[in-house]
């Protein structure tokens, strides 16, 4: 396939990963992997088992720090960015095996996470915190009239937010006592309510019903187009990929084997080999 | 639904109009147990009494360590370490030039403390906040490893305070200890200091703080998705949690009025431990409860000790036997109710 070259510039592309290589010890992870996400759109991250997806969503999240390589978010060098700053930038995530805060209600799951900071630009580093913590920890401890304003208003918008993704009838539910579609669609949720510009998610369909999967794909088109999002998402489900993804990228043993639309990547040659193996 | 749900949504329905009364209720009903402990202590005789100031100390010290145990789950065995450095900074605070002068024979004080002398106040709040900087100190590089080798370092660092105290002479006076410390914690203080500590620990746990907390105890990775700098948040519950036990500490040194590095050992932590446990870790009101009923039940639990006579059959008096009935009693606790009186229940304002 052809060379890519990352512009870090260029305004149309909210992510642009520039040569991503990763070892950890003698195993390559990641290969020279390069490519873009434009703004706005869905984009699929299909490979056989062991690929290297998930690795590359903990490269774009921070869990990892790539061995080189660079990693642009809309514009910006954000590599040697934290896990949890990414978030306050704008990139959330899901995980492949469920991670919610299990004994906390379901309205506490979304309200935990309006809490957090800004980064702010300045020059060419981040650096500038602008706390947008409701309130102080002492107006807590001493619960000070503004405290409990803050507290309703918090509510609120947790109960806005599920009344979007249609959990508003289960905010005082135990997280953990959900069925498994809703913990899904709670951990979405809970990506959503960090404000991201950027979401990820790993495997949203793993264990659901063909139904379930439909409902899914309708779900992620339209917190897509009301949350005005970026969704890059990994998945198996050949069905939901073709049908929601506006551009698939292809990662075998670690490398980009191809990167197209839906139907570029059906008739790859690359990409069948690398699912069902090589003609003999 | 928990009990004390029931009694919110009870005021709420009473008193629609009252929003004072909605937000403060747990304000309210920890001022009118107060006043009641209060009056209950200025009439009944100086054991009872004593015993009261007590159970006061522990809930101090039992819902200080429950904010960093309980509800952000760092398992941590040192409390006896803060609460030794409150009581020695107290202590030496507020003790008299002359009596540190008499007290100190081994090697005199410490430069500055030799002429300080400072009001109760003040001096149990430096105490508090010298146990919040030590725990600030160790929890950053504790807080590098997680669970049980956490608790592993934190207890390594509990027998070394102890050890410092034992052998840094001219501060603590070695293994003689302070005396003549004098007895400033009167039941007023140390029953509107648990007051305020159940109170502001309370509101800080049903706050963003201790959802925050609470979300880095249950999936400390989540937690980091979702924008948590879960180093810091576990630092702060740390800190705010030494300080606590550190008033705790300072408060005990003025009860018992002779502190040694002998009533700071794992001993200390382990009673903390069994509190926080009979509470239920993460519950800061259960933990309050706890310890007031593991106080009593220490000191109701002697009869034991007397030796009993039921007819014909005397068993004579065996000391220590009221450890084994309380053990007992522990273990009936965790077979029939493993989560704790409270579980992780916790009063929630809304």
Known sequence: MEKIYVDPLDP???????????????????????????????????????????????????????????????????????????????????????????????????????????????????????????????????????????EEKLEEYALELLKIVGLEDYWDWKASSLPYGKQRKLEIARALATNPKLLLLDEPAAGMNPQETSELMEFIRKIRDEFNLTIILIEHDMKLVMGVCETIAVLDHGELIALGKPEEIKNNKRVIEAYLGEAI | MNWYLRIRKLIQKKFPNNKFLHRYFGLIAFIIVGIISLFIGNHVNEFWQRLIILSAIYVIMAVGYNFSNGVAGQFSLDPNAYAAIGAYVAALLTMSPETKENVFILEPVMKPFDKIQLPFLIATLIGGLAAAFSAFLIGIPSFRVRGDYLAIITFGFGEIINVIANNLVSLTNGALGLKGIPEYTTLAWAIGWAIFSVFFLWHLTNSQVGRILKSIREDEIAAEATGINVFRWKLFAFTLSGFFIGIGGALFAHYLTTISPQVFTFFLTFNLLIIILIGGLGSIVGSAIAAVLFTFAFEILRVFEEGIHIGHINIPPIPGLRMVVFAILLIALMIFRPQGLFGDKEVSIK
């Not at chain 1, 720090?65 to 960015?81: A, H, M, N, Q, W």
């Open chain 1, 12 to 150: 149309h592309y909210i992510l642009e990963l520039d040569h991503i290589w990763i070892k950890f010890g003698g195993l390559i992870a990641l290969k020279d992997v390069t490519f873009k996400v434009k703004k706005g759109e869905i984009f699929g991250l299909i490979g056989p088992n062991g690929a290297g997806k998930t690795t590359l969503f903990n490269i774009i999240t921070g869990v990892y720090r790539p061995t080189s390589g660079k990693v642009f978010f809309d514009g910006d060098d954000i590599t040697d960015l934290k896990a949890y700053e990414r978030v306050w930038i704008g990139i959330s995530r899901t995980f492949q095996n469920i991670r919610l805060f299990k004994n906390l209600t379901v309205l506490e799951n979304i309200m935990t996470v309006f809490h957090f900071k800004k980064l702010q630009k300045w020059g060419p580093f981040f650096v500038k915190f602008l706390d947008i913590f409701p309130y102080k920890w002492w107006e807590a401890g001493l619960a000070l009239p503004k405290f409990f304003k803050f």
